[in-house]
């Protein structure tokens, strides 16, 4: 079984750019997680989609963050434009049901905005 | 207060040995418990989940403590290869909270 894919799996921009990552959840698992992580922050929760509708967005950082899953099989996080503190890894994770339930997290994109 | 507090360690033990932490938490209405283990650079992924009466899975032991709001890992003959960072996670209605994780180094 594929899990959950990310992509691109690293990112280099510069500050002001526009930058999107992708995901696809595992075939089947409703519910969609997008999470930061940083050393000093640890994981943070970004979004939270259930049968693909937002649920709860209030850990986007800002304006300049934003998230879309048009179809149950795809999402996307965008930042827009970008600046050196958004410089993290992102992880999208799926589940089966809401949270009490297994997440599976993708391999993560790696994120350096210079 | 964060929702979910963890040891970050460095917890560094021998080969064999038996290494426990725990994780306290600050909602006293959450529902389900679990340990997730980070390799350096890689995703998380479910250990195992915290039932109330305590569980076991091969070496590794978890407890929840309800009236004290902690959960606990044990580690018992560790491996190289339990080196790792462990994050202690918590729901509450929908949102799981992550701990920010405690890092366990074994040495030969």
């Known amino acids: 079984d594929a899990g959950v894919i990310q992509s691109p799996r690293h990112e280099v921009t510069e500050m002001g750019q526009e930058v999107t990552l992708r995901c696809k959840p595992i075939?089947?698992?409703?519910?969609l997680f997008w999470y930061r992580q940083t050393m000093m922050r640890g994981l943070e929760l970004l979004i939270y989609?259930?049968?693909?509708?937002?649920?709860?967005d209030s850990g986007m950082p800002e304006d300049r963050f934003s998230a879309k899953m048009p179809n149950a099989s795809f999402s996307t996080l965008k930042i827009q434009p970008s600046e050196p503190r958004d410089s993290a890894v992102y992880f999208c994770?799926?589940?089966?049901?809401?949270?009490?339930?297994?997440?599976?997290f993708g391999s993560g994109t790696q994120l350096s905005v210079l | 207060r964060k929702e979910v507090e963890q040891d970050p360690g460095p917890f560094n033990v021998p080969e064999g040995a038996t290494v426990a932490f725990n994780c306290t938490y600050s909602?006293?209405?959450?529902?389900?418990f679990f340990w997730y283990r980070q390799d350096c650079r890689k995703e998380p992924k479910l250990l195992m989940s915290?039932?109330?009466s305590g569980n076991e899975d091969g070496r590794f032991t978890a407890q929840l403590n309800r009236a004290s709001q902690y959960i606990s890992l044990l580690i018992r003959d560790s491996k190289l290869s339990d080196s790792a960072t462990y994050l202690c996670?918590?729901?509450?209605?929908?949102?799981?909270?992550f701990g920010a994780g405690t890092t366990v180094t074994v040495r030969a």
């Open positions: 994770a799926s589940s089966r049901g809401q949270t009490n339930e297994k997440l599976f």
């Open positions: 996670v918590v729901t509450g209605d929908y949102k799981l909270s």
């Open positions: 989609f259930n049968n693909n509708v937002p649920i709860d």
């Open positions: 075939s089947g698992h409703n519910s």
């Open positions: 915290v039932y109330s």
């Open positions: 909602n006293s209405a959450s529902q389900s």
